[in-house]
């Protein structure tokens, strides 16, 4: 190789082609002058561009040969003018392999310093270079097979599709952090934005995803530019009205860009923390809060895809860091018209998974701060018709039911036997009756009296159930407890009296026979099996011992103290006594 200083360069194997490199950018040992700088990166350059394909081959060769020039004193204290030699190498000169390592030496060194994409006066010239690099026909078949790999084939075809995809990306850094104006933004027409979106569609089936990535992060960069130049503008009425070309490019085809919002939605899911990643799921999220907010395209994407979305929405917002708060937030901005604009307002995914992943980022306010921007955007999240009607549900499954308490004590009574509304309807007519009291005037007293008495009585009497098959012993138990609480209740009057009367008279009547029967054997007329006779016996005997009454208990035994000697005569007889209490009359001697 001859450069264009004459100096012919002959490399054979690896290890020379790295050591010519190192000598190329080693300065002499005096002040080198500009020309010398100058000269040192043209030698640099033409090395790389007749060797690349055959010693930089692998991504990791090619960015350790540019780092060998961006460490050396080149750009350690001339970048500027370096900078200025690449662009002009860039206008000038037609060889694409020359053009490949420029473009590589600007993307690396823009990498480690952003300022260098933030220079609107040096893109500005590269800009239509960049876009007719992109713009070029590649057949996909032959850019599949070779695309990265370099060596061996047809050297146009490879070079072509490596600076095509490189150019996409110096576009898309150059994009991302610069901020364009409305008059800089028309050299990105429809014709090219309509052509990257075909460019997504026919790079689908690559095996090399990256290019068809790098493609799609340029376009939703292109959308930010438009996005930030209208923010002055007044709303467009309609869409096809509107300064973003992004959005009126891809509102006329919906129906055949699928794959691009597939790859945004794949791309959200595998972004890792890295800046650019971060960077790059910012920009995606406002495309996709623009499709989501937008007449026409709010059903853009496929269901199955909006569930797939809902799913990194419920990982990112809970897993995200304090540092990444804002990203957290534009999250929270684009999951309201998610649930609420899209066909997931019909379709109730993972809602109790997002109300608990929502509410769990404004709990435990008493331990941490809340920023107040993410409890307002919860807030309306939470207060979608989504979540309303979910609250409702879960307020209808936990509430207990409405119960009426006279429907539960009549089931109990009627489950023992006992009329249901007894009660009530006691009430209702003794109320009717006193009533019937202070209103009649004709009738005398007495019977006033004897009528109330009479509807009391009536109220008051209890109804005896039917007897069920195999349960006369319950029917004993119910019938005789009717008969004690109508006697207990009604004693005081003069129904209950006669009621209590005829009551023992049927006792006595029952108690006569040789069989002892029951009020429920007498009112039905039927004969007692064994286990009746044994039943009503037991009754009897627990109603004789609860109202029988206990004998008084015997007095204590009182011990019999001993005999004290009290006296002796004179024929040695010994008088005794018993001393039953301290009195005067013990010390009495005899």
């Not at 081959?57 to 370096?82: I, K, T, V, W, Y």
């Not at 900078?83 to 060194?109: D, G, I, K, W």
């Not at 007449?295 to 929405?313: A, H, P, R, W």
């Amino acid at each position: 190789m001859e450069d264009e200083f004459g100096i012919v360069y002959v490399v054979e194997t690896a290890q020379q082609f790295w050591s010519e490199l190192e000598d190329v950018l080693t300065l002499p040992n005096k002040i080198p002058t500009l020309q010398q700088l100058d000269a040192m990166l043209i030698r640099w350059l033409a090395l790389c561009s007749t060797y690349h394909e055959q010693y930089l081959q692998s991504p990791l060769q090619l960015e350790h040969a540019c780092g060998l020039l961006l460490d050396s004193e080149l750009f350690a204290f001339h970048s500027e003018r370096m900078c200025e030699r690449l662009t002009e190498t860039a206008q000038s000169n037609t060889n694409p392999h020359c053009q490949f390592m420029v473009y590589n030496v600007l993307l690396y060194f823009g990498r480690r310093r952003a300022d260098v994409f933030r220079s609107a006066k040096r893109w500005q010239p590269l800009i239509p270079l960049l876009m007719d690099h992109v713009l070029v026909e590649i057949d996909q078949d032959i850019e599949d097979e070779y695309f990265g790999q370099g060596g061996g084939g047809p050297g146009a075809v490879v070079i072509e599709a490596k600076l095509r995809s490189l150019c996409v990306r110096l576009l898309y850094e150059m994009c991302r952090w610069q901020k364009l104006s409305v008059t800089e933004l028309r050299v990105f027409d429809d014709t090219f934005i309509d052509y990257l979106f075909d460019l997504v569609e026919q790079t689908r089936h690559m095996q090399d995803e990256s290019f068809n990535y790098s493609v799609i992060k340029f376009i939703v960069a292109l959308n930010e530019q438009f996005m930030v130049a209208s923010i002055n503008e007044v709303a467009a009425a309609n869409v096809q009205d509107s300064k973003n070309r992004v959005l009126r490019v891809l509102m006329r085809r919906l129906g055949s860009s699928r794959t691009f919002g597939e790859n945004m939605i794949y791309m959200l899911n595998r972004a890792e923390r890295t800046p650019d990643d971060l960077c790059m799921q910012l920009l995606v999220l406002k495309l996709i809060y623009l499709l989501f907010t937008t007449k026409g395209t709010s059903e853009y994407f496929y269901t199955n895809d909006l569930c797939v979305l809902v799913d990194v929405f419920l990982r990112e917002v809970v897993d995200l860091d304090d540092d990444s708060e804002s990203l957290r937030h534009t999250y929270l901005r684009v999951l309201h018209p998610l649930l609420t604009k899209t066909q997931l307002r019909e379709v109730p995914y993972k809602r109790p998974q997002i109300k608990q992943s929502l509410e769990s980022l404004v709990r435990n306010e008493v331990i941490r701060d809340i920023n107040p921007t993410t409890r307002r955007l919860v807030e309306r999240c939470l207060g979608g018709e989504w979540c309303v009607g979910l609250r409702k549900a879960e307020m209808q499954k936990t509430s207990p039911p409405a119960s009426d308490g006279g429907g539960a004590v009549a089931y109990s009574r009627s489950h023992l036997g006992l009329p249901a509304s007894s009660s009530t309807s006691a009430g209702k007519t003794l109320k009717a009756s006193r009533s019937a009291e202070h209103l009649s005037s004709g009738g005398s007293t007495a019977d006033a009296r004897r009528g109330s008495e009479t509807s009391l009585a009536g109220a008051r009497a209890p109804m005896i159930p039917p007897k069920r098959k195999g349960t006369v012993n319950s029917a004993h138990v119910d019938g005789l407890y009717a008969d004690r609480k109508a006697m207990g209740s009604y004693a005081s009057s003069e129904a209950g009296s006669e009621f209590a009367v005829a009551t023992t008279t049927m006792r006595k009547e029952a108690g006569s026979r040789s069989v002892p029967v029951s009020p429920a054997d007498g009112e039905f007329g039927q004969s007692e099996s064994k286990a009746d006779k044994h039943g009503e016996a037991f009754i009897r005997h627990r109603d004789s011992v609860k109202h029988r009454r206990e004998p008084p208990p015997a007095p204590p035994k009182r011990r019999k103290p001993p005999a004290i000697p009290v006296n002796k005569n004179s024929n040695g007889t010994v008088f005794t006594t018993i001393i039953k209490s301290s009195s005067p009359l013990s010390n009495v001697h005899l």
